[in-house]
């Protein structure tokens, strides 16, 4: 289950990082790096972090990758934390990046920011974009800005608030004339 679908790499592949969900060959929640070489017929797994295993108390699903300009692979998972029977923290989001076309991964970091699950856009302007859903009060949609290709996250947007936590997937593209156009969704009080 990966809600946002692969991405296209610079040399042609289709890259999809996603979380096992309704399959034998390895366990629920595991995450895995696939590549396909002929737009989606078949898939190569070519790496798992392990980290992002259902470790520390933590369960980290829903991811979107990116290919940043230096080709290294950035992902960024949805995580929560499970404490005693119960779900610590709604959502937060955690990164890890591959320089090796996803074989090998770097060690899971929080970024800080409260939402999920992320999606991730490369701007002509060189910012990367992240965009949330905020499920814990002051609700609503978010936007981060990174000027280091996802080490840090400066800049945070309001798209929208809500009076409740039912809402999220946010999906953002560049226009033509450089605006950012994110779509996403979100119940509002009847």
């Not at 990758?65 to 937060?92: C, K, M, N, Y």
Request: hydrophobic residues 35%; negative net charge.
């Amino acid at each position: 289950s990966a809600p946002h679908g692969p991405i296209r790499l610079s040399d042609g592949s289709l890259f999809y990082m996603g979380t096992a969900m309704y399959t034998d060959a390895i366990p629920r929640g595991t995450n895995a790096a696939y590549k396909s070489y002929d737009d989606g017929k078949t898939w190569e797994k070519v790496g798992v972090p392990e980290e992002m295993v259902c470790a520390n108390g933590y369960a980290f699903e829903e991811p979107h990758a990116i290919e940043l300009p230096s080709g290294r692979i950035l992902a960024v998972f949805r995580a929560e934390h499970w404490v005693e029977g119960d779900w610590d923290q709604p959502f937060t989001v955690v990164t890890t990046y591959s320089d090796d076309g996803g074989k090998t991964w770097s060690t899971m970091k929080h970024t800080g920011i409260c939402g999920a699950p992320p999606h991730l856009m490369m701007h002509s302007s060189g910012a990367l974009i992240c965009s949330v859903g905020r499920r814990k009060d002051p609700f609503g949609e978010r936007a981060y800005v990174s000027y280091d290709c996802g080490e840090t996250w400066e800049d945070e947007y309001i798209l929208s608030y809500s009076d409740n936590g039912d809402l999220g997937y946010p999906a953002s593209v560049e226009l033509s004339d450089g605006s950012i156009f994110t779509m996403f969704y979100q119940r509002f009080a009847p």
